[in-house]
């Protein structure tokens, strides 16, 4: 794990004076052992997913709830408010909602809103009017040199919406060695699907939902991306750049298109597959609906307790704060109250922060700072974390380490512990050393295909060559009335992530998201003692901005 001279620009750190490798302690000191309160951390996730907090969604009374309860519980810690003595860094934003009434018809086919398609635009337009705009598939929409592959070789998408299957085609043949196998690349993200077919030109983009290679169901589309739909403002040019309208389709739908075009939509996924694609359909789009933008503030929370000798380097906590609020569209219960994702993850660095707090006044500080960011607009596409990345309040070649939780284990302790993305950089090896404290052993996620280490906070940090973990859980109950318990609650849990059912549970087991605290912590306080700066494998996309021995 390097010393990197400190003061190295991010964008050079490659080029940077390196000194000794070290190695983080086998056994963690006293001052590393705690005990969380199970009681408190309980409380924490009750009242952020109350009705009161009205799923959290950014820039409405839910988040002043939400602000005015972390804010509160960092004061009385005793951490600093990092924005100038207060914990609120603003993070400008456009709320876009879509009519619900939309006009959508695709190749003569009349598709309707919710049930066959969801539609949106980014764009302070008013009204969104496309008339017979053709259609072009562009098999997964990726543009990767060091791949070799570029879907839109050769097609000028200039007026023409990119039709785009989700995930990469590692997921297809995962024994072809394409891309990276089974495990999803942020090339299989649906967020660089709409960038790349903006740079390309395209006037629309739109995915074609399969519930196998997205990871979720069609109901998590309809529930996320209808209502208000949150974003950073973006500089004029960036904003014009954009595609007009993007969205999903289902894959029954998607069907229907492909074959009233006179193609076979399922082997046309098996050429995207192979080789970079693009067909024209030789069909068109019509598209019509208003639209409404919303300007305000939503903010992101950020406390820090500073270090003893060597404040100005920063281990980093994130959790997003933020949920989906309330839909009212939907009869009976519409409130997404958002409790594992993600009132578990801030309650978790409530309580992380609270017991450094805790140590540092029994004369315990770590020589680093800690900074714990509760982050914004992470449901919208990590907005809270792109915008604290792009505008630090502490610099990002200071920023040594970040640690996220989105989502805490309810399910129980576990004789394993899953590092999401496992084998990207040095910083594992601090939760391998935790974890072994516990007598666990690390693995990496039971779905890489998910693409999980895209989908989360730290990524944000991670473009900019930050160390960023997302970790916890596991997949093997500590014993057999755990696993008995664990089958019972995930089938409680089924189909509640991103849906209202995803509530406070008093039956829930938090022995195994304690146990998990407990392994951050342990990181971070190794971490937080010694001079390393871990960087990333070779073989990581990030390895050339901080790269490991």
Not at 390 to 404: E, G, L, M
Not at 443 to 451: H, V
Not at 470 to 480: I, M, R, S
């Amino acid at each position: 794990m390097k010393q990197l001279f400190p003061f190295c620009a991010v964008a050079l750190l490659s080029a940077c004076n390196v000194g000794e490798t070290t190695t983080a302690p086998q056994t963690p000191d006293k001052s590393a052992q705690v005990s969380f309160d199970e009681q408190r951390f309980r409380a924490d996730i009750t009242t952020l997913s109350s009705d009161k907090f009205e799923g959290r969604a950014p820039t409405t009374q839910g988040e002043k709830l939400t602000l005015d309860y972390l804010s509160a519980a960092f004061n009385e810690m005793g951490l600093i408010g990092a924005v100038n003595g207060s914990y609120l860094q603003a993070v400008p934003m456009v709320s876009y909602t879509a009519s619900e009434q939309q006009s959508v018809n695709l190749a003569g086919i009349d598709m309707q809103y919710r049930q066959d398609i969801v539609l949106s635009s980014r764009h302070d337009n008013q009204q969104v009017s496309i008339k017979e705009a053709p259609l072009v598939f562009v098999g997964y929409g990726i543009n990767a040199p060091e791949y070799q592959w570029n879907d839109y070789q050769g097609v000028d998408m200039k007026g023409k919406i990119a039709v785009i299957l989700v995930n990469d085609p590692g997921f297809a043949h995962p024994n072809d060695k394409k891309f990276n196998g089974n495990a999803m690349t942020y090339y299989g993200r649906w967020s660089y699907k709409f960038e790349e077919a903006s740079r390309q030109g395209a006037l629309g983009a739109i995915i074609i939902h399969d519930t196998k290679p997205a990871s979720y169901p069609w109901s998590v589309v309809e529930n996320s991306w209808t209502g208000p739909q949150q974003d950073l403002v973006l500089a004029k040019a960036e904003q014009d750049a954009r595609v007009q309208v993007e969205g999903w389709i289902t894959l029954d739908s998607a069907k229907r298109l492909f074959d009233k075009a006179g193609l076979s939509l399922s082997g046309l996924m098996d050429r995207a597959a192979d080789s970079a694609l693009n067909v024209d359909l030789a069909q068109t789009a019509s598209i019509a609906f208003t639209n409404k933008a919303d300007y305000a503030d939503s903010y992101n929370v950020v406390a820090t307790l500073p270090g003893s000798s060597q404040a100005d380097e920063h281990i980093v906590f994130t959790a997003h704060w933020d949920h989906i609020g309330v839909d009212d569209s939907k009869e009976g219960d519409n409130i997404y109250n958002g409790a594992l994702d993600n009132a578990s993850g801030t309650a978790g660095i409530l309580e992380i922060a609270r017991q450094f707090a805790k140590q540092a006044k029994a004369e315990h500080g770590l020589k680093r700072s800690l900074t714990f960011i509760a982050t914004t607009g992470e449901e919208q596409g990590l907005l809270g974390s792109r915008y604290y990345a792009a505008n630090p309040i502490y610099p990002i070649n200071k920023t040594v380490a970040v640690f996220n939780l989105d989502s805490t284990n309810v399910y129980g302790k576990t004789k394993d512990y899953t590092i999401v993305g496992k084998g990207q950089s040095e910083l594992e090896v601090y939760l391998e050393q935790a974890a072994a404290t516990q007598n666990r052993v690390t693995t990496g996620e039971s779905n890489p295909a998910s693409g999980g280490f895209f989908r989360s906070d730290h990524f944000s940090f991670a473009k900019l060559g930050v160390p960023a973990v997302f970790a916890g859980g596991g997949a093997q109950p500590l014993d057999e009335e755990t696993a008995q318990y664990k089958a019972a609650m995930t089938e409680q849990m089924k189909g509640c992530y991103h849906n209202v059912c995803d509530h406070y549970r008093e039956d829930w087991d938090l022995s195994g998201a304690l146990q998990d605290l407990g392994v951050y912590y342990q990181a971070a306080h190794a971490l937080g003692n010694n001079q390393d700066w871990p960087g990333y494998y070779a073989g990581s996309e990030f390895y050339p901005l901080r790269p490991a021995d």
